[in-house]
């Protein structure tokens, strides 16, 4: 934009209107505020200041236990392979939409609280037996149950909260009670700028909860509201309970930022606490959601990288994996890779840096042809 255009648009507009347009632009001499992550989770930063979070999974998946794992570690530091970054609690919203108040007062009793209770098996001078006071959770832990409210109440009292509160964390379970219907394009991007505003203004991380659809081949949130939610979500965390294996499993499946590459996996022991356990062998699922062999044949490795190379002797590796996963019939990242691994290890495909960009390729063992 030159001088000249610059001022004939200067003077076409209001003043007012002006400075708030150059108010939010961003030069690369702006002085910015870095991100602020309140937890680690295998000590990747997560959950950051300012930002939009997506708690997703079918129902009865974990969604519930998850939150209350997160609400115990913004008051006691470290919660399976969850850990607060600062040495402060964090202050917690939490907004119930869709139980009653006995269900509400329950978690917040017997799940979140005991959470931060003296952990039975520590050692007395341990930092896990130390709990913390009933007073303590209620200073920092404010719940509110808005289940009996209108659409349109509810969304002022969500504001209300949060802005009174000024919480670090706000937890909004579940979000598709502050709409009417839950595909009203509409009322989705309504909804969404006004918790996109409320967490820039709070400086908070705004978690919101919803249910996949039910399906169990579509992993997609629900309704209009899922898809805005997708669009403008810092981070994605899945919840889903493994049948086979009576286990609950945690993926943040979206991020902005650092990718958490490690999935939680818990279960519940005999009191209701959540506890560590080993990581589950797993069979994957296809894009229509139906089972798929990890055992796969060196015949069908060959066929699978040959076909996502598409007739070409070698091929930028984002390429082949981008191939494998839309037009191969992969089921996942993390199927690709053990694919991946298994053709590498028994000798049909090799990985080559590139020797002018140093980016990584993969090509064919078996073909006869020069790298590049």
């Known amino acids: 934009m030159n001088q000249e255009h610059f001022d004939l648009v200067k003077r076409s507009l209001p003043k007012s209107d002006i400075d708030k347009l150059f108010d939010e632009r961003i030069t690369l001499q702006s002085r910015l505020p870095p991100l602020q992550p309140l937890f680690r989770m295998f000590d990747t930063p997560c959950f950051f200041r300012g930002e939009l979070v997506a708690d997703c999974g079918k129902a009865k998946s974990g969604k519930t236990t998850f939150l209350s794992l997160l609400m115990a570690c913004a008051l006691k530091p470290q919660q399976l392979a969850l850990e607060r970054v600062s040495e402060e609690p964090v202050k917690v919203v939490w907004i119930d939409t869709e139980q009653s108040l006995q269900s509400t007062q329950e978690i917040l009793k017997e799940r979140v609280f005991s959470l931060t209770d003296p952990c039975p098996e520590a050692p007395p001078q341990k930092e896990e037996a130390q709990g913390v006071s009933s007073t303590f959770f209620d200073e920092h832990l404010y719940a509110f149950n808005l289940r009996?409210?209108?659409?349109?109440?509810?969304?002022?009292?969500?504001?209300?909260?949060?802005?009174t509160v000024q919480p670090d964390l706000a937890i909004i379970d579940g979000i598709k009670d502050l709409m009417t219907d839950i595909n009203d394009a509409v009322q989705a991007t309504l909804i969404m700028e006004q918790l996109m505003a409320l967490a820039k203004a709070v400086n908070c991380c705004m978690v919101c909860v919803l249910h996949q659809n039910k399906s169990e081949a579509?992993?997609?949130?629900?309704?209009?509201?899922?898809?805005?939610?997708?669009?403008?979500?810092?981070?994605?965390?899945?919840?889903e309970y493994l049948e086979r294996h009576q286990l609950f499993k945690v993926s943040q499946t979206l991020s902005r930022r650092q990718r958490i590459r490690q999935d939680l996996y818990y279960s519940l022991s005999a009191d209701g606490r959540p506890v560590t356990c080993d990581v589950p062998e797993e069979q994957p699922r296809d894009a229509l959601g139906r089972w798929v062999s990890t055992k796969a044949k060196s015949e069908?490795?060959?066929?699978?990288?040959?076909?996502?190379l598409e007739g070409r002797s070698q091929r930028p590796f984002n390429e082949v994996m981008a191939c494998a996963l839309k037009k191969c019939g992969?089921?996942?990242?993390?199927?690709?890779?053990?694919?991946?691994?298994?053709?590498?290890?028994?000798?049909?495909?090799?990985?080559?840096?590139?020797?002018?960009t140093r980016a990584t390729w993969i090509a064919l063992t078996d073909d006869g042809t020069l790298p590049f």
Request: net charge positive.
């Open 148 to 163: 009996g409210m209108g659409y349109d109440v509810r969304r002022k009292m969500v504001e209300l909260a949060i802005n």
């Open 218 to 239: 579509d992993r997609n949130m629900r309704g209009s509201i899922g898809t805005e939610l997708t669009n403008k979500a810092f981070e994605v965390f899945q919840c």
């Open 300 to 308: 069908n490795l060959l066929k699978l990288f040959t076909d996502a």
């Open 330 to 356: 992969v089921a996942d990242a993390k199927t690709y890779y053990q694919l991946l691994a298994a053709a590498e290890e028994r000798g049909i495909i090799r990985k080559m840096l590139h020797p002018v």
